[in-house]
């Protein structure tokens, strides 16, 4: 079955750090890839997405590449700010047989940024 | 325009009851789906529904969850019996077909 694989957290920065969260992925066929961030006592809110190979989704500074020959979809940003606090979860969807597009989640990573 | 929208946002209840949780897509999504987020099982797909087609409910725990989805539109998520491993965060997300999927704020669930 589909799987979400990313890094445990949490992890803590200073304000400007350069962040990377790992995120691998297991999926038969082609997945598209998400980045969700849920800002404390928010709902899940899209951060970035990418539907296939060599894409790179972008947005608020994040980027994350699509990497099919390493099933990874890394999140990077250059210089993250205290606003950026939050848990970052990473996910896959692939579009099923009845059209459907259930996501399949990875356990989250919080990030605490620090001035 | 209005996102998704969920009630009750807190709902606490106690072992043995039955509890309805509600969701309000974006108009004209066609596309819903519920999630349970809990601290041991992180966030898990329960179920779909897209138009008039049968749902998806191959994430449904136990046949004690059961959902409806009256004219296309507003979701119930239905409960029986719960149970204490039953308490966590449930989701609802809307989309058009094949989608981006947005998500309400959620409903937090505790089991006494």
């Known amino acids: 079955g589909n799987s979400v694989t990313q890094m445990e957290g949490p992890v803590t920065l200073s304000e400007e750090a350069f962040l990377t969260i790992n995120c691998t992925y297991t999926?038969?066929?082609?997945?598209?890839l998400f980045w969700y961030v849920q800002y404390p006592g928010e709902g899940l809110q899209l951060l970035l997405k990418?539907?296939?190979?060599?894409d790179k989704g972008s947005n608020k500074g994040f980027e994350a590449t699509y990497r099919k020959e390493t099933t990874s979809f890394h999140l990077e940003k250059g210089s993250v700010q205290v606003s950026d606090s939050a848990v970052y979860f990473c996910?896959?969807?692939?579009?099923?047989?009845?059209?459907?597009?259930?996501?399949?989640f990875g356990t989250g990573t919080q990030l605490k940024v620090e001035l | 325009g209005a996102g998704v929208s969920q009630s009750p946002s807190n709902k606490v209840t106690e072992k043995g009851k039955d509890v309805e949780l509600r969701c309000d897509p974006i108009?004209?999504?066609?596309?819903l789906y519920w999630y349970r987020q809990s601290l041991g099982q992180g966030l898990e797909f329960l179920i779909y529904?897209?138009?008039?087609?049968?749902?998806?409910k191959s994430g449904l725990p136990s046949d004690r969850f059961s959902a409806e989805r009256t004219g296309g539109s507003v979701s119930t998520l239905t409960i029986q019996r719960t149970q204490q491993e039953d308490s966590a965060v449930y989701l609802c997300?809307?989309?058009?077909?094949?989608?981006?999927?947005?998500f309400g704020p959620g409903t937090r669930l505790t089991v006494l």
């Open positions: 997300a809307s989309s058009s077909l094949a989608d981006t999927q947005y």
């Open positions: 999926a038969t066929g082609y997945p598209s």
């Open positions: 990418a539907t296939k190979a060599d």
């Open positions: 996910a896959l969807a692939r579009r099923d047989t009845g059209g459907g597009n259930k996501l399949t």
């Open positions: 108009s004209g999504h066609t596309a």
């Open positions: 529904f897209q138009g008039n087609s049968a749902p998806d």
